[in-house]
């Protein structure tokens, strides 16, 4: 058994929550859940966990991103490693800016149209996302790493050691 690591989950749907937490509990971790970016913040700043997995659409279309960003601004929060989880599909790319490859993509016309591009560089593991707001503009910050859904153990026990401080 592991020592007991808190992750918090901020998701808004409890069937999702619910497997995580079976995973990870499993495991030995304690494991937070919070339904959106309000409760998230909460819980975060009184439980003080060793990882975050959020859900990227709850009440908004971007919280879980709105989220992510709160966390890396506040000074008690920004170690945290964090997780999004998404079905949206991973760009991979061996360039050493993630940021600068989001760019690239934002320019090819297959995907300058998507609201949101989940970038990770394979050889280092670095990882951002990029989304255009409401507002039309492009928002970029780096994040951890990704969940897939629908969630495999097989695949989110890995990612989750390999952040987890």
């Given amino acids: 058994m592991k020592t007991s690591k808190k992750i918090v989950i901020v998701d808004d749907d409890i069937d999702v929550i619910t497997v995580i937490e079976t995973i990870l509990s ?13 409760e998230g913040i909460e819980i975060m700043l009184r439980e003080k966990p060793n990882l975050a997995i959020l859900d990227v659409m709850m009440t908004t279309q ?56 989940l970038v990770k560089n394979t050889t280092d593991g670095t990882a951002g996302i990029d989304y ?23 695949r989110v026990l890995p990612e989750i050691e390999k952040h987890i401080k």
């Fill in 132 to 154: 255009k707001g409401e507002d039309g503009k492009t928002y970029w910050f780096p994040v951890n790493g990704f969940i897939r859904k629908p969630v495999d153990a097989k």
């Fill in 62 to 117: 971007f919280e879980g991103f709105e989220l992510a960003q709160e966390i890396l601004k506040n000074p008690e929060l920004n170690s945290i490693p964090i997780l999004i989880q998404s079905s949206i599909d991973i760009l991979v790319t061996t360039k050493a800016s993630v940021q600068e490859m989001a760019r690239e993509f934002r320019k090819d016309p297959n995907f300058k149209d998507l609201q949101v591009l």
């Fill in 26 to 38: 499993k495991e030995g971790y304690e494991v937070i859940t919070a339904m959106n970016k309000k």
